[in-house]
């Protein structure tokens, strides 16, 4: 589907605001940083994740353990595929046992991804706590996930999607709104 940008939300030095905002809401909110591991979901839940790792390094000089979770074979969707879906790799280099996760991934919209990390998760080991971190919130659940830390909030249309184009992938940080092109 042909897609045509309806808006630019935010530009690099917004999202360099952001991700220090999330990084010391999450520093705030946990105070001890001893059993904390950041769990960022593949693809660009990783980017963000190594985003927020750094800024809570600068801001703390913590270097908190990163993960990289697949989420793949937990989708409730792989039914409706038509093609076989790419399985990424899952790298978590640390026991999750006991520890408190903060799950991280770029968009949050229908909640599905969340559930089938935490289901990923749950295969792994069994966490004290699981808190949700995203870079942006557009709406539309239909799971009742909410997350612990967003960057923003930013209501869609079903029909609308968000790009967030991140520098290590697309060579340029934006967020932008698309909508399909009707002929």
Do not use: W, Y
């Not at 699981?130 to 919130?137: E, G, M, S």
Request: hydrophobic share 40%; net charge positive.
């Amino acid at each position: 589907m042909e897609e045509k940008m309806k808006a630019k939300i935010m530009d690099e030095k917004k999202m360099k605001r952001t991700f220090s905002r999330i990084a010391m809401e999450i520093l705030e909110r946990n105070r001890e940083v001893s059993n904390l591991v950041l769990i960022g979901i593949q693809k660009k839940g990783v980017f963000v994740a190594k985003r927020i790792k750094k800024e809570i390094k600068e801001i703390e000089s913590i270097d908190l353990p990163l993960g990289i979770l697949d989420i793949t074979l937990f989708r409730d969707d792989l039914h409706k595929q038509e093609t076989l879906p790419v399985v990424q790799k899952t790298e978590i280099k640390f026991s999750i046992e006991d520890k408190d996760i903060i799950l991280i991934d770029d968009v949050i919209f229908t909640g599905r991804t969340i559930r089938a990390a935490m289901d990923s998760l749950f295969e792994l080991g069994r966490p004290a706590s699981i808190q949700l971190a995203v870079f942006i919130d557009r709406g539309h659940r239909e799971l009742p996930i909410c997350p612990d830390f967003r960057g923003k909030d930013l209501p869609t249309s079903r029909r609308e999607r968000v790009n967030v184009k991140l520098k290590e992938i697309e060579k340029e940080d934006l967020v932008l709104i698309m909508e399909p092109v009707r002929f």
